[in-house]
Antibody, heavy 122, light 107 residues
Framework: QITLKESGPTVVKPTQTLTLTCTFS??????????VGWIRQPPGKAPEWLAV???????RYSPSLRSRLSITKDTSKNQVVLTMTNMDSVDTATYYC??????????????WGQGTLVTVSS | DIQMTQSPSTLSASVGDRITITCRAS??????LAWYQQKPGKAPELLIT???SLESGVPSRFSGSGSGTEFTLTINNLQPDDFATYYC?????????FGGGTKVEIK
């Protein structure tokens, strides 16, 4: 059974750096094809894809946020970490991590964590 | 970026109805489209991949169709559990992009 859970601060101040950790179980990020992505969703709005990291350390970022994002993995701990610099009020959202199936031709997310609401406020 | 446009943004329906949600892509995405269902306070759940392939455990009253730039999600015999918000997502190219959502509410 695959599960994912996000953890990190619930409130950050403007200009600070946000660090979120996704801790997962039921799969390994060393299995060929597997990936873990981050998606955020501002209150009342649609989801927005942020980044994804794959079993082979390949990663992709949203071009509009590329300069502010970093995604890394720790396979031994079953964790993926997302950092986002220079936080602003527009970054207030629920942040989700999600599992990308072990396939070489699909880029959707079949299982998501419960999400963590991050509020940017001074 | 590939823009995904859903319509309508809100749909009022009754239990037992048949409803259709449309998702249009700004360029061809072949059949690389997924549909998600999201209930308030919960994470999105994957319903359909590759435009028309139902995920395991998803009721057969859900179906998807389309290719290229126009896609539809149809729900037959709408059930109380189906009142939720639905999103499409293209995975033909990075950046992965979602539609703006369609909220299905009780008439």
């Amino acid at each position: 059974q695959i599960t994912l859970k996000e953890s990190g601060p619930t409130v950050v101040k403007p200009t600070q750096t946000l660090t979120l950790t996704c801790t997962f179980s039921g799969f390994s990020l060393s299995t060929p094809g597997v990936g873990v992505g981050w998606i955020r969703q501002p209150p009342g709005k649609a989801p927005e894809w942020l980044a994804v990291i794959y079993w082979n350390d390949d990663n992709r970022y949203s071009p509009s946020l590329r300069s502010r994002l970093s995604i890394t993995k720790d396979t031994s701990k079953n964790q993926v970490v997302l950092t986002m610099t220079n936080m602003d009020s527009v970054d207030t959202a629920t942040y989700y991590c999600a599992h990308r199936p072990a396939s070489f031709s699909v880029y959707y997310f079949d299982l998501w964590g419960q999400g963590t609401l991050v509020t940017v406020s001074s | 970026d590939i823009q995904m446009t859903q319509s309508p943004s809100t749909l009022s329906a009754s239990v037992g109805d048949r409803i259709t949600i449309t998702c249009r892509a700004s360029q061809s995405i072949v059949s690389w489209l997924a549909w998600y269902q999201q209930k308030p306070g919960k994470a999105p759940e994957l319903l359909i991949t590759k435009a028309s392939s139902l995920e395991s455990g998803v009721p057969s009253r859900f179906s998807g169709s389309g290719s290229g730039t126009e896609f539809t999600l149809t729900i037959n015999n709408l059930q109380p559990d189906d009142f939720a918000t639905y999103y499409c997502q293209q995975y033909n190219a990075y950046p992965l992009t979602f539609g703006g959502g369609t909220k299905v509410e009780i008439k």
